[in-house]
C-alpha cells in the first residue's frame, strides 16, 4: 500500500507543472499536446522502477490526470487574483 501511495503522489506531482503549463497555451496546439503526453513516460519508468504491478497502472493514471487537472487549476486560480488585484489598483 506505501509503494502504491507513493507512486500515486509521484505521478501527481510529476504532471502539476505540466498541467500547469498546459493551461497557458492554446488548446489543441502542438504545446498542449506534448504537455500532456511528455509526463507519460515518466510515469511508466517510475513504475518500471519501482517494481510495482501492473494493476497499479490505472490508478497512476488517474492520478497523473489529476495532477493535469491541479496544475491548470492552480494556475487559473493565480490567474484570477493577479486579475482582482490589477482591478483593485486600477480603482485606487
Not at 79 to 88: G, Y
Amino acid at each position: 500500500m506505501t509503494l502504491a501511495l507513493l507512486l500515486c503522489l509521484s505521478a501527481v506531482a510529476v504532471n502539476l507543472p505540466f498541467g500547469f503549463y498546459r493551461a497557458g497555451v492554446p488548446r489543441l496546439s502542438l504545446r498542449w499536446f506534448l504537455a500532456i503526453h511528455l509526463p507519460v513516460p515518466l510515469v511508466i519508468i517510475m513504475r518500471l522502477a519501482s517494481g510495482g504491478s501492473w494493476d497499479l497502472v490505472p490508478l497512476m493514471f488517474v492520478c497523473a490526470a489529476l495532477g493535469q487537472f491541479g496544475g491548470g487549476w492552480i494556475r487559473s486560480g493565480m490567474s484570477r487574483q493577479q486579475a482582482s488585484e490589477k482591478v483593485r489598483v486600477e480603482k485606487e
